[in-house]
Each structure stands twice: as C-alpha cells, then as structure tokens.
C-alpha cells in the first residue's frame, strides 16, 4: 500500500495542534499550487487548524471604540467624518471620549458606513 504523502489528521489535542502548525509551516516559505494535491492539503490543514484555534484559543472581538479608533485610523478619518453616522460634532466627540453609549441607530450606521462588525459595535466594555 502506498504511503499518503498529504496526511490528514483530526487536531484534537495540543499535541495534535503543535504537529499540524510544523506540518503546514513550510507551506508558508513556498506555497503550493491551489489546484495541486500539495496546495489542497494546504488548505484542509488550515481549516482544521482554524477550527481547533477557534475552539481552544478564541478571540474577543474588540470593544466598540477600540473598534471605531481602529477603522477611523485605517481609513484616516477624522471626527468629523462621522458626523453622518453617529450625529453632530460634540456627539462624535462624547462618543469617542466614552462619555455617550452607542444608539442602536449608531451602531448600524457605524456597521454599514464603516463596516465594522455588529458585533464589536454592541459589546460591553470589559469595565463595566
């Protein structure tokens, strides 16, 4: 019997996990062929990897003015371009200062206009 070359393995444990990231590492310094055998291992490989990170080591969206800082400074916007969004000039800056809680109307304004997620827009900060 031949000997599977692109092994697929259920990642179940730590120990599991750690052997599937050296598994898929050099994929990373020469990526193979989407439509090659080598390039859909690469992929199943990550799926399950994604999987088990998703499960075991989840990330906390982030709370709703990290989340607007974040996107106002990858687009490079100013307070003022969220007036349309969130309202008057004095409003965007209570907003931003923590001062005013996000309006329902904000948060789906902020989530179409910017394109941060619902998510992160209606999360409690930790502190409160």
Same mark, same amino acid.
């Given at each position: 019997?031949?000997?599977?070359?692109?092994?697929?393995?259920?990642? /179940?444990?730590?120990?599991?996990?750690?052997?599937? @990231?050296?598994?898929?590492?050099?994929?990373?310094?020469?990526?193979?062929?989407?439509?090659?055998?080598?390039?859909?291992?690469?992929?199943?490989?990550?799926?399950?990897?994604?999987?088990?990170?998703? !499960? +075991?080591?989840?990330?906390?969206?982030?709370?709703?003015?990290?989340?607007?800082?974040?996107?106002?400074?990858?687009?490079?916007?100013?307070? !003022?371009?969220?007036?349309?969004?969130?309202?008057?000039?004095? /409003?965007?800056?209570? #907003?931003?200062?923590?001062?005013?809680?996000?309006?329902?109307?904000? #948060?789906?304004? @902020? +989530?179409?206009? @910017?394109?941060?997620?619902?998510?992160? @827009?209606? /999360?409690?900060?930790?502190? #409160?």
């Amino acid at each position: 019997m031949k000997k599977n070359v692109y092994p697929i393995h259920p990642i /179940r444990t730590e120990t599991d996990y750690q052997a599937a @990231l050296q598994l898929v590492a050099p994929y990373f310094e020469n990526e193979p062929e989407v439509d090659s055998d080598a390039g859909a291992h690469f992929e199943a490989m990550l799926t399950l990897i994604e999987a088990y990170e998703a !499960k +075991h080591y989840p990330i906390d969206p982030p709370e709703p003015l990290e989340a607007i800082k974040f996107r106002m400074e990858q687009q490079g916007l100013k307070p !003022k371009d969220l007036e349309p969004m969130i309202g008057q000039r004095n /409003r965007v800056y209570e #907003v931003l200062n923590g001062k005013r809680k996000l309006t329902m109307a904000m #948060v789906w304004k @902020l +989530h179409i206009g @910017l394109g941060i997620p619902a998510e992160s @827009l209606i /999360r409690q900060p930790a502190d #409160v």
